[in-house]
């Protein structure tokens, strides 16, 4: 069982619809890590978390250090929302990584 | 100005050949790693580096092996290189600052293929 699990896997959504990727740790964690990987590979960070809610542009991140849970939500989603995100774990100096949401936004 | 540069960007080579990839940061941090994503996109840790010194080496097979020159740079290297090689392998830096929190910054990836 991994360490990072997110839900769901794949999503495909209309544009403008809001989105929700779920993401639940097993492990005692410093932060979370919110990534995104576009289709050419490359990484971005888009939010680190310790506590609470952040938001940036239409990204909001939250989560619930009781809960072990964290969520990712898009809203008024667009088709250059598209890409692979990925929840990622801090626990002293070890990351541990959810296998990723794949999200394709249909115009 | 990227902060974490990864060299090359794809590399195919041949099955029992040596290859290195180079990996430099320009933020002033203390903590490198190096990761794989396989291709189901899951993410490994296979080294992390703190101030030059190894902290975490997974379980990779001895034909890897990480070089810091000093705490910027953190190079893979790969000897006799096998197809299950051919991978996205991503360097990353962070901050270390004790018990804080710090954000991790990821290279570019490399693709590498075995041919």
């Known amino acids: 069982k991994n360490e990072v699990e997110q839900s769901p896997q794949n999503l495909t959504a209309q544009e403008g619809e809001f989105i929700t990727i779920n993401c639940s740790y097993s492990?005692?964690?410093?932060?979370l890590h919110w990534l995104q990987q576009h289709p050419g590979g490359g990484i971005v960070s888009l939010f680190m978390?310790?506590?609470g809610k952040k938001k940036h542009g239409r990204l909001i991140a939250t989560i619930n250090i009781q809960e072990k849970h964290s969520s990712l939500h898009i809203t008024a989603s667009h088709p250059r929302d598209s890409a692979v995100y990925i929840c990622?774990?801090?626990?002293?100096?070890?990351?541990?990584f959810g296998t990723g949401t794949s999200l394709t936004v249909i115009p | 100005d990227t902060a974490v540069s990864q060299t090359p960007k794809y590399l195919v080579t041949q099955m029992g050949n040596d290859k290195s990839i180079k990996c430099e940061q320009n933020l002033g941090h203390d903590t490198m790693y190096w990761y794989k994503q396989d291709s189901k996109k899951f993410l490994k840790i296979m080294f992390s580096?703190?101030?030059?010194?190894?902290?975490i080496n997974e379980t990779v097979p001895n034909r890897f092996s990480p070089k810091s020159p000093d705490k910027a740079h953190l190079n893979l290297h790969i000897n006799s290189l096998e197809l299950g090689d051919s991978a996205v392998y991503f360097c990353a830096s962070s901050r270390r600052q004790g018990i804080m929190n710090t954000e991790a910054f990821f290279g570019q990836g490399t693709r590498l293929t075995v041919v």
């Open positions: 990622a774990v801090r626990s002293g100096n070890q990351f541990y």
């Open positions: 580096y703190n101030n030059k010194e190894l902290i």
């Open positions: 492990v005692g964690i410093s932060a």
């Open positions: 978390l310790s506590s």
